[in-house]
């Protein structure tokens, strides 16, 4: 059984540029949400997605925006990159009627020059 | 949420049991506690979660006080491999999914 996977696991980019991470959450999840880890921070929630539809969103401007698609796997947006978005960005899945588990991948690491 | 409070550090010998304590004096009545695991450059790994008393799984236990103001997630015998930090979190249990993470302890198993 597969658990959540993101892609790319690595990438950088330049100021002002634009950069989409994507995400397949565990086999049987519905339900995926985004969180940005700053280094020697903990995990900072961006939003959450359901049946398509963002239905939480934590502090972070509009340039954050995201996507579910039918098969719940989920893309994550940034747009007009800040030197202060370098960090690893993580996806984390769940079933709608959880347990209070969330179930993260590896993340995708992005560093913005 | 509630807030909640955890050293940032600890350190430790193989072998010994750890006890990482976290204080939440604001808790509410239909708050859960969950603990979770990062090594570094990896996702969260979900730990144990507990309401009251004391739940036990194959990889630690989790003291819960009676005025749940606090709790201790206790790791038995801790190897090298648990080096990593651990984070406390509390939230209703429907609130899962954008739970606050802090900054969480940094223990450190040493030879």
């Known amino acids: 059984d597969a658990g959540v996977t993101q892609s790319p696991t690595h990438l950088i980019k330049t100021r002002g540029q634009q950069v989409t991470l994507r995400c397949s959450p565990k086999?049987?999840?519905?339900?995926v949400s985004w969180y940005q880890q700053a280094l020697g921070q903990g995990p900072q929630f961006i939003f959450q997605y359901y049946e398509e539809e963002e239905r939480q969103r934590g502090n972070f401007p509009d340039r954050f925006s995201g996507h579910q698609f039918p098969n719940y796997s989920s893309e994550l947006n940034v747009n007009a990159l800040l030197l202060g978005d370098s960090a690893l960005y993580l996806c984390?899945?769940?079933?709608?009627?959880?347990?209070?588990?969330?179930?993260f991948g590896e993340g995708s690491r992005l560093t913005v020059l | 949420l509630a807030k909640t409070t955890q050293p940032i550090s600890m350190d430790s010998y193989e072998g010994q049991e750890v006890n990482i304590t976290c204080s939440h004096n604001n808790i509410a009545t239909n708050d859960y506690i969950t603990w979770y695991q990062q090594f570094p450059s990896q996702g969260p790994r979900f730990i144990i979660q507990g309401y009251k008393t004391k739940v036990t799984n194959e990889v630690a236990s989790l003291f819960i006080p009676a005025d749940r103001k606090s709790s201790t997630l206790s790791l038995p015998r801790v190897s090298l491999s648990d080096t990593a930090v651990y984070y406390c979190l509390v939230g209703p249990y429907n609130y899962g999914q954008n739970f606050v993470f802090g900054p969480g302890t940094r223990l450190s198993v040493l030879p």
């Open positions: 086999s049987g999840h519905d339900t």
């Open positions: 984390a899945s769940s079933l709608a009627d959880h347990t209070g588990e969330l179930f």
